[in-house]
């Protein structure tokens, strides 16, 4: 089934630890998405790549770093993990970046940082 | 600067029809979109108007109007698995989008 695998799905980490959220896409999509996602707030964009090889930062980058080596794949690394990183990290992706930009989500990875 | 703002919580009966709203200040337009987002589950893409008017699909549709920075999610025939979240996002002049808070829908039998 086409989509947006995403891993882990939950995770505990001590605060200090480096951790990498993986985020895989079949869609042969050109763009792709990190948004988290806290209570009462809407979705922030952390970073985002346009095609393979380009990143971009979002609204909340600090903390957080991207690559994309290749087309189906953008991991999400924190390099050393703070307690007000723990939320919701969606990865997303759509076909490109222009106006009708219809997103397509991965179920999410909970990540609680203590 | 860009806001969006939507209520927090509303609250409908089952076989009603409830009308979410969702306004915006944005100096760049490229278009609105409603999401909705089932409890601990992935965002899933609704409707996106670009023009003024209503858009129809089905039991939802949902209407904008740029001149009032004004948009609504209209369900009819509700049904108890509509209790979800609704997200408003809005596509500022960057294409990047930015998302209102969600509405939370509880539909009560």
């Known amino acids: 089934i086409a989509g947006i695998t995403q891993a882990p799905t939950s995770q505990i980490l001590a605060a200090g630890r480096r951790m990498t959220l993986r985020c895989t896409q079949d869609m042969r999509h050109n763009a792709m998405y990190w948004y988290r996602q806290d209570l009462g707030l809407g979705l922030r964009l952390i970073h985002y790549s346009n095609t393979a090889g380009t990143t971009g930062k979002g609204e909340v980058p600090d903390g957080y770093s991207v690559s994309r080596a290749n087309t189906d794949d953008f991991p999400l690394t924190l390099a050393s993990a703070v307690p007000s990183q723990t939320s919701v990290y969606f990865c997303?992706?759509?076909?490109?970046?222009?106006?009708?930009?219809?997103?397509?989500f991965g179920a999410g990875s909970r990540l609680t940082v203590l | 600067g860009q806001n969006i703002d939507q209520p927090t919580e509303m609250t409908a009966t089952e076989g009603a029809i409830v009308q979410i709203n969702c306004t915006y200040q944005?100096?760049?337009?490229?278009?609105l979109f409603w999401y909705q987002q089932h409890a601990g589950e992935a965002p899933t893409f609704l409707s996106y108007?670009?023009l003024d008017g209503l858009e129809e699909k089905g039991r939802f549709s949902s209407f904008l109007s740029r001149s009032k920075g004004y948009s609504y999610l209209l369900l009819k025939e509700l049904q108890m698995k509509d209790s979800a979240s609704y997200l408003c996002a809005l596509m500022d002049s960057n294409y990047q989008l930015i998302w209102g808070a969600g509405t939370k829908l509880i539909i009560k039998p």
């Open positions: 997303a992706s759509s076909a490109d970046n222009s106006g009708a930009n219809v997103l397509t």
């Open positions: 108007n670009v």
């Open positions: 944005t100096s760049g337009f490229n278009g």
